[in-house]
Nanobody
Framework: QVQLVESGGGLAQAGGSLRLSCAAS????????MGWFRQAPGKEREFVAR????????NYADFVKGRFTISRENAKNTMYLQMNSLKPEDTAVYYC????????????WGQGTQVTVSS
């Protein structure tokens, strides 16, 4: 069973930056893609960005395009989310997850890391 551990969350001012990491443990790790999701208080979890593991193809939610950058380091089984120009509405718990195959649901979630952006 692959375990995912997020880190890098914290408090930032509006306009600031944070970098999240998601480290996967396990002897063999080769998902189709990994993704970042977030859940703000009182709201449903929403998609933020994803990256295919082998080819590095990326997709972003419209509300983070131009501000967030997703990347991965295959040798370290680690995915990153560089968040720039943060806004108070980016405040949420950020989760990483894996997609086993194209078209399959995201599963195997991490515990989440809190991001709080003050105005």
């Amino acid at each position: 069973q692959v375990q995912l551990v997020e880190s890098g969350g914290g408090l930032a001012q509006a306009g600031g930056s944070l970098r999240l990491s998601c480290a996967a443990s396990g002897r063999t790790f080769s998902p189709y893609s990994m993704g970042w999701f977030r859940q703000a208080p009182g709201k449903e979890r929403e998609f933020v960005a994803r990256i295919t593991w082998n080819r590095g193809i990326t997709n972003y939610a419209d509300f983070v395009k131009g501000r967030f950058t997703i990347s991965r380091e295959n040798a370290k089984n680690t995915m990153y989310l560089q968040m720039n120009s943060l806004k108070p509405e980016d405040t949420a718990v950020y989760y990483c997850s894996t997609q086993r195959a194209s078209g399959s649901a995201y599963s195997n979630w991490g515990q989440g890391t809190q991001v709080t952006v003050s105005s």
